[in-house]
Protein backbone atom coordinates (compact mmCIF):
# COMPACT_ATOMS: atom_id res chain seq x y z
CA UNK A 1 0.00 0.00 0.00
CA UNK A 2 1.27 3.14 -0.64
CA UNK A 3 0.93 6.26 1.38
CA UNK A 4 -0.73 9.18 -0.11
CA UNK A 5 -0.81 13.14 1.20
CA UNK A 6 -4.54 13.98 2.86
CA UNK A 7 -3.96 17.64 2.68
CA UNK A 8 -6.68 19.69 1.70
CA UNK A 9 -8.75 17.16 0.84
CA UNK A 10 -11.93 15.39 3.04
CA UNK A 11 -11.30 12.14 4.30
CA UNK A 12 -14.07 10.16 6.50
CA UNK A 13 -12.50 9.35 10.20
CA UNK A 14 -10.61 5.72 9.91
CA UNK A 15 -11.72 2.67 11.43
CA UNK A 16 -10.06 1.95 15.09
CA UNK A 17 -7.93 -1.25 14.96
CA UNK A 18 -10.60 -3.05 17.15
CA UNK A 19 -13.76 -2.27 14.95
CA UNK A 20 -14.75 -5.27 12.70
CA UNK A 21 -13.90 -3.88 8.95
CA UNK A 22 -17.47 -5.02 7.67
CA UNK A 23 -19.88 -2.69 5.80
CA UNK A 24 -23.69 -2.49 5.03
CA UNK A 25 -24.08 -3.57 1.66
CA UNK A 26 -27.13 -4.00 -1.01
CA UNK A 27 -27.53 -7.58 -2.00
CA UNK A 28 -29.11 -9.72 -4.28
CA UNK A 29 -29.61 -13.06 -3.01
CA UNK A 30 -31.53 -14.32 -6.19
CA UNK A 31 -32.97 -13.60 -9.46
CA UNK A 32 -36.77 -12.67 -9.48
CA UNK A 33 -38.74 -10.07 -7.74
CA UNK A 34 -38.20 -7.44 -4.61
CA UNK A 35 -38.25 -10.44 -1.97
CA UNK A 36 -34.89 -11.01 -3.26
CA UNK A 37 -33.47 -7.81 -2.77
CA UNK A 38 -32.06 -7.45 1.02
CA UNK A 39 -29.79 -5.44 3.09
CA UNK A 40 -26.88 -7.41 4.47
CA UNK A 41 -23.70 -6.91 6.29
CA UNK A 42 -20.72 -8.12 4.00
CA UNK A 43 -16.99 -8.08 4.54
CA UNK A 44 -15.06 -4.72 3.39
CA UNK A 45 -12.86 -5.05 0.33
CA UNK A 46 -9.49 -4.07 0.16
CA UNK A 47 -7.99 -2.06 -3.15
CA UNK A 48 -5.98 -4.38 -5.15
CA UNK A 49 -3.10 -3.23 -7.58
CA UNK A 50 -3.99 -0.18 -9.70
CA UNK A 51 -7.56 -0.49 -7.88
CA UNK A 52 -9.03 2.70 -5.15
CA UNK A 53 -11.05 2.20 -2.69
CA UNK A 54 -13.91 4.23 -2.09
CA UNK A 55 -16.26 5.19 0.88
CA UNK A 56 -19.40 5.17 -0.97
CA UNK A 57 -21.90 8.68 -0.03
CA UNK A 58 -24.49 8.02 -3.13
CA UNK A 59 -24.80 5.37 -5.96
CA UNK A 60 -27.54 5.68 -8.96
CA UNK A 61 -30.33 3.06 -10.19
CA UNK A 62 -30.96 2.67 -13.13
CA UNK A 63 -33.58 0.68 -15.60
CA UNK A 64 -30.75 -1.89 -15.65
CA UNK A 65 -31.13 -2.90 -12.41
CA UNK A 66 -34.08 -4.13 -12.60
CA UNK A 67 -33.38 -6.29 -15.34
CA UNK A 68 -30.12 -7.31 -13.93
CA UNK A 69 -32.67 -8.57 -10.56
CA UNK A 70 -34.73 -10.40 -12.96
CA UNK A 71 -31.95 -12.03 -14.72
CA UNK A 72 -33.27 -10.88 -17.67
CA UNK A 73 -29.34 -9.54 -18.77
CA UNK A 74 -27.20 -11.83 -20.19
CA UNK A 75 -24.88 -13.58 -19.10
CA UNK A 76 -25.54 -12.24 -15.22
CA UNK A 77 -23.08 -13.10 -12.37
CA UNK A 78 -24.15 -15.79 -9.88
CA UNK A 79 -26.00 -14.68 -6.98
CA UNK A 80 -25.48 -13.54 -4.20
CA UNK A 81 -23.94 -10.12 -5.59
CA UNK A 82 -24.35 -6.81 -4.72
CA UNK A 83 -25.75 -4.87 -7.80
CA UNK A 84 -24.97 -1.07 -8.86
CA UNK A 85 -22.48 -0.12 -11.41
CA UNK A 86 -22.36 3.85 -10.53
CA UNK A 87 -21.35 5.57 -7.32
CA UNK A 88 -19.74 9.08 -6.31
CA UNK A 89 -17.75 9.23 -2.61
CA UNK A 90 -14.32 9.56 -0.61
CA UNK A 91 -10.98 7.53 -1.47
CA UNK A 92 -10.24 5.95 1.32
CA UNK A 93 -7.31 3.98 0.26
CA UNK A 94 -4.83 3.41 -2.29
CA UNK A 95 -3.41 0.16 -4.00
CA UNK A 96 -0.03 0.56 -5.81
CA UNK A 97 -0.13 2.18 -9.82
CA UNK A 98 -2.90 4.28 -8.86
CA UNK A 99 -0.92 7.92 -9.84
CA UNK A 100 -3.18 10.75 -10.30
CA UNK A 101 -4.86 10.46 -6.82
CA UNK A 102 -4.67 10.76 -3.36
CA UNK A 103 -6.70 9.68 0.27
CA UNK A 104 -9.72 12.36 0.17
CA UNK A 105 -10.09 12.64 -3.43
CA UNK A 106 -14.14 13.16 -4.05
CA UNK A 107 -14.73 11.02 -6.79
CA UNK A 108 -17.24 9.73 -9.29
CA UNK A 109 -16.83 6.05 -9.85
CA UNK A 110 -18.35 3.00 -12.52
CA UNK A 111 -18.40 -0.01 -11.35
CA UNK A 112 -18.92 -3.69 -12.91
CA UNK A 113 -21.56 -4.35 -9.97
CA UNK A 114 -21.04 -4.13 -6.55
CA UNK A 115 -21.80 -0.25 -6.09
CA UNK A 116 -24.84 -0.26 -3.44
CA UNK A 117 -22.36 -0.79 -1.02
CA UNK A 118 -20.45 1.56 1.67
CA UNK A 119 -17.51 0.61 0.75
CA UNK A 120 -16.02 -0.03 -2.95
CA UNK A 121 -12.92 -1.00 -5.08
CA UNK A 122 -12.81 -0.47 -8.53
CA UNK A 123 -9.78 0.08 -11.10
CA UNK A 124 -8.74 3.99 -10.89
CA UNK A 125 -9.55 3.48 -15.03
CA UNK A 126 -12.88 3.73 -14.27
CA UNK A 127 -12.12 6.46 -11.35
CA UNK A 128 -12.51 10.08 -12.31
CA UNK A 129 -12.43 13.44 -10.23
CA UNK A 130 -15.66 15.09 -9.01
CA UNK A 131 -15.63 19.29 -9.88
CA UNK A 132 -15.26 20.93 -6.75
CA UNK A 133 -19.16 22.22 -6.56
CA UNK A 134 -20.61 19.08 -7.27
CA UNK A 135 -22.79 17.57 -5.27
CA UNK A 136 -22.74 13.63 -3.84
CA UNK A 137 -26.13 12.70 -5.58
CA UNK A 138 -25.54 14.68 -8.39
CA UNK A 139 -22.03 12.67 -9.37
CA UNK A 140 -23.57 9.65 -8.36
CA UNK A 141 -26.41 11.09 -11.09
CA UNK A 142 -23.66 11.67 -13.64
CA UNK A 143 -21.46 8.90 -15.02
CA UNK A 144 -24.05 6.56 -17.31
CA UNK A 145 -26.49 8.83 -18.25
CA UNK A 146 -24.04 11.50 -19.63
CA UNK A 147 -21.52 9.94 -20.70
CA UNK A 148 -24.40 7.39 -22.65
CA UNK A 149 -26.33 10.02 -23.97
CA UNK A 150 -22.83 11.72 -25.15
CA UNK A 151 -21.53 8.84 -26.87
CA UNK A 152 -24.92 8.25 -28.83
CA UNK A 153 -25.16 11.76 -30.08
CA UNK A 154 -22.35 12.75 -30.87
CA UNK A 155 -19.69 9.97 -31.91
CA UNK A 156 -22.65 7.30 -33.19
CA UNK A 157 -25.05 9.49 -34.48
CA UNK A 158 -22.83 12.76 -35.54
CA UNK A 159 -25.17 15.54 -33.80
CA UNK A 160 -24.81 19.04 -35.90
CA UNK A 161 -26.25 22.10 -36.07
CA UNK A 162 -30.19 21.69 -37.69
CA UNK A 163 -30.90 17.97 -36.94
CA UNK A 164 -33.76 16.42 -34.99
CA UNK A 165 -33.78 13.94 -32.62
CA UNK A 166 -36.17 12.12 -31.24
CA UNK A 167 -35.65 10.19 -27.19
CA UNK A 168 -38.21 7.59 -25.17
CA UNK A 169 -38.41 7.95 -21.98
CA UNK A 170 -37.90 12.03 -21.96
CA UNK A 171 -38.13 12.24 -18.33
CA UNK A 172 -35.70 9.72 -16.95
CA UNK A 173 -32.21 10.36 -16.56
CA UNK A 174 -30.88 9.61 -19.74
CA UNK A 175 -33.33 11.02 -21.68
CA UNK A 176 -33.03 14.46 -19.68
CA UNK A 177 -29.00 13.83 -20.14
CA UNK A 178 -29.97 14.21 -23.88
CA UNK A 179 -32.06 16.75 -23.66
CA UNK A 180 -29.38 19.33 -21.94
CA UNK A 181 -26.65 17.79 -24.49
CA UNK A 182 -28.61 18.70 -27.40
CA UNK A 183 -29.37 22.45 -26.34
CA UNK A 184 -25.69 23.11 -26.30
CA UNK A 185 -25.63 22.47 -30.15
CA UNK A 186 -27.82 25.63 -32.11
CA UNK A 187 -30.62 24.56 -33.91
CA UNK A 188 -31.52 21.01 -32.61
CA UNK A 189 -35.26 19.97 -32.39
CA UNK A 190 -35.86 16.98 -29.68
CA UNK A 191 -38.55 15.41 -29.83
CA UNK A 192 -40.13 13.78 -26.05
CA UNK A 193 -41.98 10.95 -25.76
CA UNK A 194 -42.92 10.49 -22.13
CA UNK A 195 -45.57 9.58 -19.36
CA UNK A 196 -48.30 12.27 -18.92
CA UNK A 197 -47.95 13.07 -15.91
CA UNK A 198 -44.12 13.88 -16.25
CA UNK A 199 -44.91 16.71 -19.40
CA UNK A 200 -45.49 19.57 -16.99
CA UNK A 201 -42.20 19.28 -15.40
CA UNK A 202 -39.90 18.54 -18.47
CA UNK A 203 -42.11 20.42 -21.13
CA UNK A 204 -39.60 23.34 -21.13
CA UNK A 205 -36.57 20.75 -21.82
CA UNK A 206 -37.62 19.93 -25.23
CA UNK A 207 -38.98 20.99 -28.12
CA UNK A 208 -42.26 19.32 -28.59
CA UNK A 209 -43.37 16.65 -25.89
CA UNK A 210 -45.75 13.45 -26.47
CA UNK A 211 -47.73 11.40 -24.69
CA UNK A 212 -46.34 7.59 -24.67
CA UNK A 213 -49.65 6.14 -25.15
CA UNK A 214 -50.43 8.07 -28.09
CA UNK A 215 -49.71 7.31 -32.17
CA UNK A 216 -46.35 9.83 -31.38
CA UNK A 217 -45.33 8.74 -35.30
CA UNK A 218 -48.37 10.67 -36.44
CA UNK A 219 -47.67 13.70 -34.11
CA UNK A 220 -43.95 13.83 -35.09
CA UNK A 221 -45.02 13.74 -39.03
CA UNK A 222 -47.44 16.53 -38.41
CA UNK A 223 -44.38 18.51 -37.33
CA UNK A 224 -41.71 16.84 -39.41
CA UNK A 225 -43.46 14.88 -42.29
CA UNK A 226 -40.13 13.61 -43.42
CA UNK A 227 -39.05 12.70 -40.10
CA UNK A 228 -36.04 12.61 -37.92
CA UNK A 229 -32.73 12.47 -38.25
CA UNK A 230 -31.60 10.62 -34.78
CA UNK A 231 -34.21 8.10 -32.94
CA UNK A 232 -33.08 6.82 -29.28
CA UNK A 233 -34.61 4.06 -28.68
CA UNK A 234 -34.63 2.19 -24.88
CA UNK A 235 -37.89 0.16 -24.76
CA UNK A 236 -36.96 -2.27 -27.92
CA UNK A 237 -40.43 -3.79 -29.05
CA UNK A 238 -42.51 -2.50 -31.53
CA UNK A 239 -40.96 1.11 -30.99
CA UNK A 240 -38.35 -0.62 -32.98
CA UNK A 241 -40.25 -0.86 -36.23
CA UNK A 242 -41.75 2.90 -35.73
CA UNK A 243 -38.66 4.34 -34.79
CA UNK A 244 -36.73 3.16 -38.13
CA UNK A 245 -40.15 4.23 -39.62
CA UNK A 246 -38.99 7.55 -38.94
CA UNK A 247 -36.12 7.90 -40.02
CA UNK A 248 -35.06 10.63 -42.71
CA UNK A 249 -32.53 8.74 -45.42
CA UNK A 250 -29.04 9.23 -43.59
CA UNK A 251 -30.49 9.00 -40.16
CA UNK A 252 -29.51 7.13 -37.21
CA UNK A 253 -31.48 4.75 -34.58
CA UNK A 254 -29.95 3.59 -31.59
CA UNK A 255 -30.94 0.89 -29.33
CA UNK A 256 -29.69 1.37 -26.01
CA UNK A 257 -32.11 -0.48 -23.34
CA UNK A 258 -34.80 -2.93 -23.85
CA UNK A 259 -37.22 -1.95 -20.95
CA UNK A 260 -40.56 -3.38 -22.63
CA UNK A 261 -38.99 -6.31 -21.95
CA UNK A 262 -39.68 -5.69 -18.25
CA UNK A 263 -43.51 -5.73 -17.57
CA UNK A 264 -43.93 -7.51 -14.29
CA UNK A 265 -42.02 -7.73 -10.62
CA UNK A 266 -40.42 -11.09 -11.83
CA UNK A 267 -39.58 -12.38 -15.51
CA UNK A 268 -42.21 -13.15 -18.03
CA UNK A 269 -41.16 -15.36 -20.70
CA UNK A 270 -44.82 -14.67 -22.12
CA UNK A 271 -43.91 -10.80 -22.16
CA UNK A 272 -40.03 -11.04 -23.46
CA UNK A 273 -41.21 -13.15 -26.73
CA UNK A 274 -43.90 -10.86 -27.15
CA UNK A 275 -41.60 -7.65 -27.03
CA UNK A 276 -39.51 -9.93 -29.34
CA UNK A 277 -41.49 -10.43 -31.89
CA UNK A 278 -42.43 -6.96 -32.23
CA UNK A 279 -38.80 -6.24 -32.99
CA UNK A 280 -38.99 -5.56 -37.04
CA UNK A 281 -36.69 -7.94 -38.10
CA UNK A 282 -33.73 -5.55 -39.85
CA UNK A 283 -33.43 -6.05 -43.70
CA UNK A 284 -29.59 -4.59 -44.83
CA UNK A 285 -31.14 -4.53 -48.32
CA UNK A 286 -33.94 -2.24 -47.23
CA UNK A 287 -31.19 -0.23 -45.25
CA UNK A 288 -28.86 -0.11 -48.16
CA UNK A 289 -31.99 1.30 -50.03
CA UNK A 290 -33.11 3.82 -47.54
CA UNK A 291 -30.15 5.15 -46.69
CA UNK A 292 -30.35 4.33 -42.99
CA UNK A 293 -28.04 3.36 -40.47
CA UNK A 294 -29.26 1.55 -37.07
CA UNK A 295 -27.12 0.80 -34.09
CA UNK A 296 -26.87 -0.39 -30.76
CA UNK A 297 -24.81 0.87 -27.54
CA UNK A 298 -23.99 -0.30 -24.47
CA UNK A 299 -21.87 1.69 -22.23
CA UNK A 300 -20.83 -0.96 -19.34
CA UNK A 301 -19.89 -3.37 -22.39
CA UNK A 302 -17.91 -0.87 -23.56
CA UNK A 303 -16.21 -0.61 -20.65
CA UNK A 304 -16.03 -3.55 -19.01
CA UNK A 305 -15.97 -6.52 -22.04
CA UNK A 306 -14.28 -4.29 -24.70
CA UNK A 307 -11.73 -2.16 -22.80
CA UNK A 308 -12.49 1.59 -24.03
CA UNK A 309 -11.90 2.54 -20.55
CA UNK A 310 -9.30 5.27 -22.04
CA UNK A 311 -11.68 6.60 -24.71
CA UNK A 312 -14.78 7.08 -22.15
CA UNK A 313 -12.28 8.85 -20.33
CA UNK A 314 -11.88 11.43 -22.64
CA UNK A 315 -15.67 11.46 -22.55
CA UNK A 316 -15.97 12.16 -18.98
CA UNK A 317 -13.25 14.90 -19.37
CA UNK A 318 -15.22 16.60 -22.05
CA UNK A 319 -18.77 16.38 -19.94
CA UNK A 320 -17.32 17.69 -17.04
CA UNK A 321 -15.84 20.55 -18.38
CA UNK A 322 -19.55 21.24 -19.76
CA UNK A 323 -21.02 20.63 -16.14
CA UNK A 324 -18.20 23.48 -14.70
CA UNK A 325 -19.37 25.82 -17.43
CA UNK A 326 -22.78 25.14 -16.32
CA UNK A 327 -24.33 23.66 -19.41
CA UNK A 328 -25.39 20.66 -18.28
CA UNK A 329 -26.59 19.67 -14.85
CA UNK A 330 -27.81 16.14 -13.80
CA UNK A 331 -31.62 16.35 -13.01
CA UNK A 332 -31.96 13.76 -9.19
CA UNK A 333 -35.48 12.59 -8.83
CA UNK A 334 -35.52 11.75 -5.32
CA UNK A 335 -33.01 10.48 -2.49
CA UNK A 336 -33.40 6.85 -0.51
CA UNK A 337 -31.61 5.14 2.33
CA UNK A 338 -30.23 1.49 1.44
CA UNK A 339 -33.13 0.50 3.50
CA UNK A 340 -35.88 1.65 1.23
CA UNK A 341 -34.18 0.02 -1.90
CA UNK A 342 -37.14 -1.63 -2.82
CA UNK A 343 -39.24 0.83 -2.95
CA UNK A 344 -36.81 3.03 -5.09
CA UNK A 345 -37.05 0.00 -7.52
CA UNK A 346 -40.72 -0.01 -7.51
CA UNK A 347 -40.40 3.75 -8.53
CA UNK A 348 -38.25 3.27 -11.72
CA UNK A 349 -40.57 0.11 -12.29
CA UNK A 350 -43.82 2.22 -11.80
CA UNK A 351 -41.81 4.64 -14.63
CA UNK A 352 -42.92 7.41 -11.98
CA UNK A 353 -39.18 9.23 -11.59
CA UNK A 354 -38.39 12.22 -13.39
CA UNK A 355 -34.78 12.04 -13.71
CA UNK A 356 -32.23 10.31 -11.52
CA UNK A 357 -33.27 8.49 -8.60
CA UNK A 358 -30.50 7.95 -5.72
CA UNK A 359 -29.47 5.71 -3.18
CA UNK A 360 -28.20 8.14 -0.63
CA UNK A 361 -25.75 6.15 2.17
CA UNK A 362 -25.97 8.40 4.73
CA UNK A 363 -29.51 8.92 4.50
CA UNK A 364 -31.90 7.39 7.61
CA UNK A 365 -34.89 5.70 6.20
CA UNK A 366 -38.46 7.13 6.78
CA UNK A 367 -39.77 4.66 9.99
CA UNK A 368 -42.32 2.77 8.02
CA UNK A 369 -39.74 1.96 5.29
CA UNK A 370 -37.27 0.77 8.41
CA UNK A 371 -39.57 -1.20 9.71
CA UNK A 372 -40.29 -3.25 6.63
CA UNK A 373 -36.76 -3.79 5.57
CA UNK A 374 -34.53 -7.07 6.41
CA UNK A 375 -31.18 -6.97 7.13
CA UNK A 376 -28.82 -9.91 7.59
CA UNK A 377 -25.17 -11.49 7.86
CA UNK A 378 -23.10 -11.92 4.99
CA UNK A 379 -24.40 -15.38 5.04
CA UNK A 380 -27.86 -14.66 4.73
CA UNK A 381 -29.80 -16.94 7.40
CA UNK A 382 -32.79 -14.65 7.20
CA UNK A 383 -35.79 -16.61 5.91
CA UNK A 384 -36.59 -15.19 2.11
CA UNK A 385 -40.50 -13.59 1.75
CA UNK A 386 -43.16 -15.79 0.27
CA UNK A 387 -42.88 -14.89 -3.53
CA UNK A 388 -46.41 -13.08 -3.55
CA UNK A 389 -45.82 -10.92 -0.12
CA UNK A 390 -44.61 -7.65 -2.61
CA UNK A 391 -48.19 -7.40 -4.03
CA UNK A 392 -50.31 -7.55 -0.76
CA UNK A 393 -48.56 -4.78 0.89
CA UNK A 394 -49.10 -1.01 0.68
CA UNK A 395 -46.99 0.46 -1.97
CA UNK A 396 -44.87 3.41 0.10
CA UNK A 397 -44.49 7.35 -1.43
CA UNK A 398 -41.11 8.16 -2.03
CA UNK A 399 -39.57 10.59 -0.55
CA UNK A 400 -37.59 13.61 -1.71
Not at 206 to 215: E, I
Not at 357 to 378: C, F, G, H, R
Amino acid sequence: MIERKTAGKEADTPLSSGEAKEMRAVVLTGFGGLNKVRLSRRNMPEPQDGEAKIRVKACGLNFLDLMVRQGTIENPPKPPLVPGFECSGIIESLGENTEGFEIGDRVIALVNYNAWAEVVCTPVDFVYKMPGEMTFPEAAAFSLNFAAAYMMLFEIASLREGMSVLVHSAGGGVGQAVAQLCSTVPDVTVFGIASSFKHAAIRDTVSHLFDRNVDYVQEVRKISPEGVDIVLDCLCGENTSKGLGLLKPLGTYILYGASNFVTGETKSFFSFAKSWWQVEKVNPIKLYEENKVIAGFSLLNLLFKQGRCSHVKTVMEKLLLLYKQKKIKPLVDSLWALEEVKEAMQRIHDRGNIGKLILDVEKSPTPLMANDSTETSEAGEEEEEPEGDNDNKERMPFIQ
